[in-house]
């Protein structure tokens, strides 16, 4: 846990160790973690220069002196400074480096796209092989750090289900906003139902549609993928990777109008079933988000006081918003009072 500070494994084990104890000499630490007691006696004298260890007198105070200033000839004892302090800038120093590599990937993701050799090429990849499709697609899911738009058709060709299924889940543990179109056919693949049921337990949102355009992922409203016909590539699975342009745009657009047509799909005890004209009225735990937000709530505070996740009280608020028609919160408000929702 502590290597993630800046300490080595020799490090940590004398730093924990000495947590369990008000003082100790650097020969009871190594008679504790194994290290010999040369070692552990440099490796105290280095986190005391770090300031994560002090130094203790007999009266317990503490010293930024030497080992070799314990009380006569008897071995110096240390103890640890207060983490709360200690440790501070070493946080602060980890969220810099983390804050100076985003600055970089963002840098040379922009140099990279303006100094393509095409002007095309800063806008649509061509990927073609089924290995180059299923990892352009696993880097899209993976990479997405705020929202995916997916629009799934037919049956699965370059990425077999279950590895999607591991995208999605791994998306889904990073709070990403994961919403899913599937035409009404996808469902018709053996053990369909059953992944769909798992995923909008996990938090994904999923409505259903007649039928749709194409196939796609939308990540972060950043880049897309969509598959070409294979026809075109000598049969191979072959796909374009649309980056942000005007093209990516009416992509994400194609996606909101799909969305609002769709309907959308609820688990049951034994699967999942598409909402039905009984289900246009707000549920019960809807009707406890709104009357939090409406009391000026934020959504941390409303998801604490319901003993929710933020996620699924944005999953609420949605979904009141789509049944209201609402564009904003203020007109969720409006509308709730008007229909006598609450």
Same mark, same amino acid.
């Given at each position: =846990?502590?290597?993630?500070?800046?300490?080595?494994?020799?490090?940590?084990? +004398?730093?924990?160790?000495?947590?369990?104890? !008000? *003082?100790?000499?650097?020969?009871?630490?190594?008679?504790?973690?194994?290290?010999?007691?040369?070692?552990?006696?440099? +490796?105290?004298?280095?986190?005391?220069?770090?300031?994560?260890?002090?130094?203790?007198?007999?009266?317990? #105070?503490?010293?930024?002196? #030497?080992?070799?200033?314990?009380?006569?000839?008897?071995?110096?004892?240390?103890?640890? *400074?207060?983490?709360?302090?200690? =440790?501070?800038?070493?946080?602060?120093?980890?969220?810099?480096?983390?804050?100076?590599?985003?600055?970089?990937? %963002?840098?040379?993701?922009?140099?990279?796209? &303006?100094?393509?050799?095409?002007?095309?090429? #800063?806008?649509?990849?061509?990927?073609?092989?089924?290995?180059?499709?299923?990892?352009?697609?696993?880097?899209?899911?993976?990479?997405?750090?705020?929202?995916?738009?997916?629009?799934?058709?037919?049956?699965?060709?370059?990425?077999?289900?279950?590895?999607?299924?591991? #995208?999605?889940? &791994?998306?889904?543990?990073?709070?990403?906003?994961?919403?899913?179109?599937?035409?009404? /056919?996808?469902?018709?693949?053996?053990?369909? /139902?059953?992944?769909?049921?798992?995923?909008?337990?996990?938090?994904?949102?999923?409505?259903?549609?007649?039928?749709?355009?194409?196939? @796609?992922?939308? &990540?972060?409203?950043?880049?897309?993928?969509? !598959?070409?016909? @294979?026809?075109?590539?000598?049969?191979?699975?072959?796909? +374009?990777?649309?980056?942000?342009?005007?093209?990516?745009?009416?992509?994400?657009?194609?996606?909101?109008?799909?969305?609002?047509?769709?309907?959308?799909?609820?688990?049951?005890? *034994?699967?999942?079933?598409?909402?039905?004209?009984?289900?246009?009225? !707000?549920?019960?735990?809807?009707?406890?988000?709104?009357?939090?937000?409406?009391?000026?709530? /934020?959504?941390?505070?409303?998801?604490?006081?319901?003993?929710? %996740?933020?996620?699924?009280?944005?999953?609420?608020? $949605? $979904?009141? =918003?789509?049944?209201?028609?609402?564009? %904003?919160?203020?007109?969720?408000?409006?509308?709730?009072?008007?229909?006598?929702?609450?």
């Amino acid at each position: =846990m502590l290597q993630a500070l800046g300490l080595g494994p020799a490090e940590e084990a +004398i730093y924990t160790a000495l947590m369990a104890r !008000p *003082t100790a000499s650097a020969r009871e630490l190594a008679g504790q973690t194994a290290i010999e007691e040369g070692e552990a006696a440099r +490796i105290l004298l280095d986190l005391a220069t770090r300031g994560l260890v002090a130094v203790a007198t007999e009266a317990g #105070s503490e010293t930024s002196e #030497s080992a070799d200033c314990g009380a006569g000839f008897q071995p110096a004892r240390y103890r640890l *400074t207060p983490p709360s302090v200690a =440790m501070a800038p070493f946080l602060v120093e980890q969220r810099n480096a983390l804050h100076r590599a985003e600055t970089a990937f %963002s840098m040379l993701t922009e140099q990279y796209r &303006s100094t393509a050799a095409h002007p095309a090429g #800063s806008v649509v990849e061509v990927v073609v092989g089924a290995e180059q499709v299923a990892h352009r697609f696993h880097q899209l899911q993976r990479g997405a750090q705020r929202e995916l738009l997916v629009f799934l058709v037919g049956v699965p060709i370059a990425v077999p289900r279950e590895d999607a299924d591991v #995208s999605e889940n &791994s998306a889904l543990d990073r709070g990403v906003d994961f919403r899913v179109v599937a035409a009404r /056919s996808y469902l018709d693949g053996e053990d369909v /139902s059953r992944d769909v049921r798992a995923g909008i337990l996990a938090g994904l949102e999923l409505r259903l549609a007649d039928s749709l355009p194409l196939k @796609m992922v939308v &990540s972060d409203r950043e880049r897309a993928m969509v !598959p070409l016909d @294979m026809a075109d590539s000598g049969g191979e699975p072959s796909a +374009i990777v649309v980056h942000r342009s005007g093209l990516l745009t009416a992509l994400v657009h194609l996606f909101e109008r799909e969305w609002a047509q769709a309907r959308p799909l609820y688990t049951t005890a *034994t699967g999942v079933r598409e909402e039905s004209a009984a289900d246009q009225q !707000p549920t019960e735990g809807e009707l406890e988000v709104l009357a939090l937000l409406l009391a000026g709530f /934020s959504d941390r505070r409303a998801a604490s006081q319901l003993g929710v %996740s933020i996620r699924t009280v944005e999953r609420r608020t $949605r $979904r009141l =918003m789509d049944l209201a028609g609402a564009d %904003s919160r203020l007109q969720l408000g409006w509308h709730a009072a008007r229909s006598g929702w609450l």
